[in-house]
Structure formats: C-alpha cells, structure tokens
C-alpha cells in the first residue's frame, strides 16, 4: 500500500476575531514543538476565515503548520465582486483550500460542476484542494450514500486524473455528522473511504493509491484514534474541535499513534 502521511487540517468556518485567531494558533505552535508539527509525523494545517490569513501566516512562519483557505473561486481574477482567485491565496501563503464543503453545497449553491471548476482552478493556480464528498442522512436512510458518492467524484474525477500524484486530498464528510456530535462509526467511515477510493481508480485516476483521503465528522480527541486507526483513514478535516488549540492538537497526536500503529 502507497505511504500516505496523515494529514489534520482545520476548518474554523466563520468563527474568530484577530484575539481568538492570534491565541488559537499561538496555543498549537506550542503543543506542535520546534521544527516540524508534532515531530514531522504528521501533517497540519489550519484554515481561518480569508481575514485572518495573513495574521495566520505571520503567526505560524517558520512553525510547519500549512495554511489554507475554506473557499475559492472557479474563475481567474477579473470581474468577480465578492469572489477571491486561487493566486490571491496563494500570495497570502496558502497551500491549501478546501472546496465543496457541504455547507457551501447546501446553503450556498455549490453544484457537483461548481465544486469541480474550483478544484480545477485552485490546481492550476498551485493549491493543494481539499474536495469534500459526503451523503446527507436522508440520502444514507435511502441507501443513496454510494450512489451519492459516486456522483460527487464524478465530477471531480476529471481533475483529480489529470493532476500529479497526491496533488488533491479527499475528504469524506457525511453531512449528517458535521458539527452534530454524531460521528460515522470507523466501520461505516472505512467502507466509505474505501468506495471512494475504488472509484477513483474506476474512474481512471492512476494515482489513487497516493490520495490522501480524510473523514470528516464531529472528530474530537475521544474518537480521533479510533477513526484513523482504519486502514483508508489518513487523517481528518475538524470543524467545531479545530478552534480549541488544545483539542486540535491532541487530535494531530492521535494521527501520529495510529500512523505509528499501523507501520
Ligand atoms: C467540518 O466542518 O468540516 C466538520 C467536520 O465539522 P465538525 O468537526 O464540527 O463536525
């Protein structure tokens, strides 16, 4: 099996101000250790609202942590009002952003071919997307979850094919587990995780083998070993756990026991 580095990644969603952001990432630096987070094992990154990018990068240079953002658009800079290209992001030190998080499926229009242009975009630009898939719990009580899935990477599969090895992390989220406290049992998130990644391969992606696929969900330090323990889990996107510096770096930890338990 491909070597796949963990990879915990935070999503603050639109939480914080320049205090809370300032004391949040100065809390990780700490818990993360001099020279690379958590001894190297294990890959971070943090996502704060487009504002508190650029404090973010000031307050994490030189600590490892990767900074990302949670939007972006499909577009190349031009008449867009409102909207922020992939090449901003990456002149504010971003790496990394997520794109198709549900909550931009649901409350804000994205569609399976929205989702996919930004993917797109933001590889062509040089950031590492984050592409979030996941079932509603009325699509999983209709038996739709694989169905759903299916027609998610579909989209994106495109993309994912043409770009190197690695270059596009994965992140399963089954809606109904987000920010509820319910999270998906290691059983249902690996069976998950490992449809994805066959129809990923199905679908010509090459590299399957080499994509980072993180489970998303109500992860918090209690469950987050468990989680990753499973064999297609490589880490985690958190979202409500992510703006405790202390729970975010126990969750970080908790990639690096199971990556250590699983070599
Ligand atoms: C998320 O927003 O991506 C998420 C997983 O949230 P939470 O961890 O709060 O469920």
Redesign the pocket.
């Known amino acids: 099996m491909a070597h796949r580095k963990p990879l915990v990644a935070g999503?603050w969603?639109m939480n914080g101000s320049r205090d809370t952001a300032t004391a949040l990432l100065a809390g990780l630096r700490e818990r993360a250790g001099a020279g690379a987070p958590f001894g190297g094992r294990v890959d971070c990154l943090v996502c704060p609202p487009y504002p508190y990018l650029d404090l973010a990068r000031a307050t994490l240079e030189g600590s490892g942590v990767a900074l990302g953002a949670q939007n972006v658009a499909s577009q190349r800079p031009g008449a867009f009002t409102g909207e922020v290209d992939a090449g901003m992001l990456l002149d504010f030190g971003c790496s990394h952003v997520i794109v198709g998080?549900s909550e931009r499926r649901a409350l804000f229009g994205e569609t399976d071919e929205i989702v996919a242009a930004k993917v797109a975009r933001a590889l062509e630009a040089g950031l590492t997307p984050v592409a979030c898939v996941g079932e509603t719990l009325a699509e999983r009580e209709a038996g739709q979850t694989e169905a759903v899935l299916a027609r998610q990477l579909a989209a994106l599969v495109p993309a994912i094919a043409a770009a190197a090895a690695g270059a596009v992390i994965v992140a399963y989220?089954p809606v109904w587990?987000?920010?509820t406290g319910e999270t998906a049992s290691p059983e249902i998130a690996q069976q998950a995780h490992s449809f994805i990644r066959t129809r990923l391969s199905a679908g010509g992606v090459a590299s399957a083998a080499a994509v980072r696929l993180l489970y998303?969900?109500?992860?918090k330090p209690d469950n987050a070993l468990t989680l990753f323990s499973q064999p297609y889990i490589d880490g985690g996107?958190?979202?409500?756990?992510s703006l405790v510096a202390g729970d975010f770096a126990s969750i970080c930890e908790a990639a690096v026991s199971a990556a250590q338990g699983s070599a």
């Open positions: 999503n969603k998080h989220e587990a987000i920010g998303g969900g109500s992860v996107l958190i979202g409500g756990a």
